[in-house]
């Protein structure tokens, strides 16, 4: 039984339809235990937000996937989305959610039979690895399907959308990584001119934000973003072929960190490190 079980949490991820994601796909240990004596809580919530119009090399998808690792730790619960624009088919939606459970209380594990735990430690050990796993093929599904080619990217207004559910999450701590070059390319801005990445005014753009009552409220969320000013090569011109990006100089990036910190204070949230375009600390 424990094998099977074991078994049945580490096969059961499969990435076919990923639009329609549950709120929780991983089993309960404690239900399938039938353990009622002790109910496990969440410590905090982990909100991914994967911007498909971003390429990433090899270093940053391990960085990423070394991060998300790292936060995935018993008592987590997570959300992975995906966006980039409406207009392509793109639209913001979660494509993978989960809880991690926190272990029995060693006071609570007294009151319990030892066959009973012998079964739950090894459903625990085999839910974590299934939870790991599942986040994990849900973002690196998500970055294959990623794409240069698309046209648009609604940054602003995915993030204000992704504020809604932050906000009611019930968790002591909530944490977002957004993995984004947080390039704004919608009818609200655009961030690029002459097939470059331009020096925005951040205080102009602010104001059409505000126009636009496109401030979130993250309440009180941490925010790490990775990818920061991260775009390839070469960008899709008015036609078919490519063109060559220009140089992108400090003062634009500087241009651009500026905006988003302080979008995120007009949107609640605390923008704890800002990757241009890998984050140079561990997510706390």
């Given amino acids: 039984m424990k094998k099977a079980l074991v078994a049945a949490l580490l096969g059961a991820v499969s990435f076919g339809c990923l639009a329609a994601a549950p709120q929780n796909q991983i089993p309960s240990c404690y239900i399938a235990n039938k353990i009622t004596t002790y109910a496990s809580s969440v410590d905090q919530q982990f909100f991914i937000l994967l911007d498909q119009t971003v390429l990433l090399d090899a270093y940053l998808q391990k960085a990423l996937a070394d991060s998300a690792r790292s936060v995935l730790t018993p008592g987590t619960a997570f959300t992975i989305l995906r966006f980039s624009a409406f207009s392509q088919g793109r639209y913001l939606d979660v494509v993978a959610a989960g809880v991690l459970e926190k272990p029995i209380p060693d006071k609570e594990r007294d009151s319990i039979s030892v066959k009973a735990l012998k079964l739950f430690d090894a459903c625990m050990k085999g839910q974590q690895e299934y939870g790991v796993k599942l986040a994990l093929a849900a973002i690196g599904d998500t970055i294959q399907q990623s794409s240069s080619d698309l046209a648009k990217s609604d940054v602003i207004g995915s993030l204000t959308e992704t504020s809604r559910i932050v906000k009611v999450s019930q968790t002591p701590r909530r944490i977002v990584l957004v993995v984004s070059d947080m390039l704004e390319n919608s009818s609200i801005s655009s961030f690029y001119a002459n097939n470059s990445v331009r020096k925005i005014d951040p205080v102009k753009e602010l104001k059409a934000v505000e126009a636009n009552s ?21 960008l899709p011109g008015n036609g078919s072929k490519k063109v060559k990006i220009q140089y992108r100089d400090p003062k634009t990036l500087i241009a651009l960190k500026q905006f988003w910190s302080d979008y995120f204070v007009r949107s609640n949230a605390k923008l704890e490190e800002f990757g241009m375009p890998a984050l140079l600390a561990p997510i706390h």
């Avoid at 496109?214 to 070469?234: H, Q, R, T």
Wanted: hydrophobic content about 50%; overall charge negative.
């Fill in 214 to 234: 496109l401030f979130g409220d993250f309440g009180g969320a941490s925010v790490f973003v990775m990818g920061a000013g991260l775009i390839p090569e070469d």
